[in-house]
């Protein structure tokens, strides 16, 4: 069996890159990362703090980035690689959630609707991923 025929390689793939380009975006120039997210309402946010935060988020997406790249050849599925998918499930899930509520309130920024879009759809794999036992499972 070819490696990347595996349950769970391409969606740890694409969270891996997208993790570590955000996270990258969010450690190097995190001022264009926030005027690109929140649009024109981002000048009036860019104070210290708020950069410190999102490079500190940056750091966090950095990481999760490569442990998704480490773990996109492993097993994953049903009790296989439970932890992995479980942390990329709650914190895709949360995303969503919050950034539900986010539009729900009239927060009205392309970048927030696009990063809720992507989100949603990577919750959604998570879910399938955590709560599926892989069919190579059945073979071990």
Do not use: D, K
Not at 57 to 73: I, Q, S, T
């Amino acid at each position: 069996m070819r490696r990347h025929a595996r349950a769970g390689y391409w969606s740890m793939l694409l969270t891996a890159w997208l993790l570590l380009i955000a996270g990258l975006g969010l450690l190097v120039v995190p001022q264009q990362a926030l005027a690109l997210i929140a649009g024109s309402g981002a000048a009036a946010a860019q104070t210290p703090l708020t950069m410190i935060l999102l490079q500190l988020l940056g750091a966090v997406y950095f990481g999760f980035g490569a442990m998704n790249w480490m773990a996109r050849g492993q097993i994953l599925g049903g009790i296989y690689g439970r932890p992995i998918c479980l942390g990329n499930l709650f914190h895709f899930a949360a995303g969503t959630i919050l950034l539900a509520i986010n539009i729900a309130t009239g927060v009205e920024s392309l970048g927030i609707l696009i990063t809720a879009a992507v989100y949603l759809v990577l919750c959604l794999i998570f879910i399938r991923l955590t709560f599926r036992m892989p069919s190579i499972a059945e073979h071990l």
